[in-house]
């Protein structure tokens, strides 16, 4: 496409004969690839429809790459329609699309979009925008690996520079540009643009010889000569400068000869103001009247004053509608991007709230499930404890009566052996053993050995400085379950009972311990077990107290 766009049409109109196949995507394709053919092999745009139709859909469905292509081939259409106004506006757009942050990003396309804006503004005479559009050029022609082109552009813009009157910035491009053809070897180039330095050097008297040494180069080295050394039409500018030298070394006859060749058949009119100048100049200088009158008239009508004022006055119009869109656009697109990004913050926002109430939601969720496992297995682990502790009584009863009923204890032997090892089982259950660690530590504790002590040697006696070092203890290790004994309970023998029955402690220790019966200690436990379960009965007090209060490994009888 690029480099051989007839080559790229032709296969492109080869494909067409299917085109009624094609997915709508792939047409799209296809019309948007066949018009950057036809644009490079410099058809005319004739309308603008079929640019608008695929401006309005790459915009939606394409690729970076396609809205910049799209939006520029519009741009070209408006500028063959001569609508100079719509085509920069096209181009713009194109820029706007463009993301050169994109892993293949076609930066020629962007190096096209700049140079034809460039020439748009040439032509507009709104030169300090060219100015702008052909340094970007450059720059994108280098990035898209044409060096060529990027000097090209840059040689280019050497004649607004001119027509700025700076001339010493244009002969400095000039000079650079001219060097960089040089040196990548393209000679012709470099001769081609040492025509305007010539343009610079006839100007002042003093550099006529520097012209003559470019105009002596460019005679003996160009390629635009035929065999009779004569110029095509396109390049006839060339003798205006060599008129100007030689109505600067005041060779006027010489001087004339070449204004007049500057003229060639079907020359429009315009094109005409270098050769009346010239001619205008050169009888100025001889003092021929007549000739100075018709040639300044003629000159006049190429170079109508009245024309260029209103051109002024139109240039400086279209100046200002240029910027002010191009302001305009910036401000809608900031004002768009502004509200992208606070529609963004508003969505993430909503995102953030709702990925938060939905984690404590799961976080709940889950922490239910656990503290239900975890009663689950306290429940489980208690009711176990207790069934074992049951059957031991049982069995205590049985060989009470020497041995009656044998199948009966057997029965309870071998339950005992399955509660045991569901008891082990469970106690290695992480939230059962972090409990079980707690009595294990409590167990260590010096009092409640002292305790212990008392309990099996009924001479001694708890005083109430132990008493208080043992509640004091045990509050450390089940703080809420002493907080409801001190709320429940209505005098310190009742909280002393529970708080041996956590410790491990039978009816008959406890008995020992607190002198009193063993009848009494049940009753005790009993109105215990009602205040704090709500279950009048003592035997059901330690699985509750498992349950409730994560108290584990308790004897329930003597």
């Known amino acids: 496409m690029d480099e051989h766009p007839d ?11 299917h085109e009624a196949e094609f997915r709508r ?185 520097e012209a003559k040494a470019l105009m002596d180069q460019f005679e003996s080295e160009s390629e635009l000569f035929d065999e009779h050394h004569e110029l095509p039409p396109s390049q006839h500018q060339y003798y205006y400068y060599k008129g100007n030298y030689y109505k600067g070394i005041n060779n006027l006859d010489s001087a004339e000869f070449f204004y007049r060749k500057i003229y060639h058949p079907r020359m429009p009119y315009i094109a005409q103001d270098p050769m009346y100048r010239g001619l205008l100049s050169v009888f100025t200088k001889r003092h021929q009247a007549d000739s100075i ?51 963004g913050f508003i969505i993430m926002a909503i995102i953030a709230v709702l990925s938060f109430v939905t984690a404590f939601l799961i976080w709940k969720y889950f922490r239910r499930r656990y503290q239900q496992e975890i009663m689950r297995l306290k429940t489980d682990y208690a009711n176990a404890s207790f069934e074992y502790e ?76 132990d008493w208080k070092e043992l509640a004091d203890t045990f509050a450390r290790s089940y703080p809420v379950l002493f907080r409801d004994l001190c709320q429940h309970c209505n005098t310190p023998q009742c909280i002393r009972v529970c708080i041996l029955t956590v410790l491990g402690f039978g009816n008959n220790e406890q008995a020992n311990v607190l002198e009193t019966t063993k009848q009494r200690i049940s009753n005790i436990r009993s109105s215990l077990n009602n205040a704090l379960f709500n279950e009048p009965s003592s035997r059901t007090l330690s699985r509750n107290l498992s349950v409730r209060y994560n108290v584990y490994g308790l004897k329930v009888h003597d």
């Open 293 to 343: 009158a018709k040639y300044a008239r003629l000159y006049c009508m190429a170079n109508d004053s009245s024309i260029a004022l209103k051109d002024r006055d139109m240039v400086a119009q279209m100046a200002a509608t240029y910027n002010y869109s191009r302001l305009q656009k910036e401000a809608h697109r900031n004002e768009v991007k502004a509200y992208k990004i606070q529609f």
């Open 390 to 465: 049951e059957n031991l009584y049982e069995l205590q009863l049985l060989e009470a009566v020497q041995h009656e009923n044998e199948s009966e204890r057997k029965r309870l032997l071998d339950e005992n052996v399955v509660l045991q090892e569901r008891i082990e089982e469970l106690q290695r259950k992480e939230p059962i053993s972090k409990y079980l660690a707690v009595s294990a530590t409590l167990a260590e504790e010096r009092i409640v050995k002292r305790f212990h002590e008392i309990a099996s040697r009924p001479l001694l006696k708890a005083t109430e400085e």
């Open 7 to 17: 080559s790229a049409l032709l296969i492109l109109d080869s494909l067409g004969q």
């Open 25 to 209: 995507h792939f047409r799209m394709q296809y019309q948007l690839h066949r018009m950057n053919a036809e644009n490079k092999t410099s058809d005319k745009f004739t309308s603008d429809s079929l640019c608008q139709v695929l401006v309005s859909y790459f915009d939606r469905h394409g690729t970076v790459n396609e809205r910049v292509l799209a939006h520029y081939l519009l741009g070209r259409a408006y500028t063959d329609m001569g609508d100079a106004p719509q085509a920069i506006s096209s181009y713009q757009d194109a820029i706007s699309a463009a993301d050169t942050t994109v892993a293949d990003f076609n930066f020629f396309t962007m190096l096209c979009v700049y140079a034809q804006m460039a020439d748009v503004f040439h032509y507009q005479l709104l030169l300090s925008n060219e100015i702008e559009s052909r340094k970007k050029a450059t720059y994108y022609a280098y990035r898209a690996n044409r060096p060529k082109l990027g000097i090209y552009n840059q040689a280019l813009s050497a004649g607004a520079y001119i027509l700025l009157n700076k001339n010493d910035s244009a002969e400095i491009i000039l000079k650079s540009a001219i060097g960089q053809f040089q040196k990548s070897g393209d000679t012709q180039q470099a001769l081609r643009y040492s025509k305007t330095l010539m343009y610079l050097y006839t100007e002042p008297p003093q550099r006529l010889a």
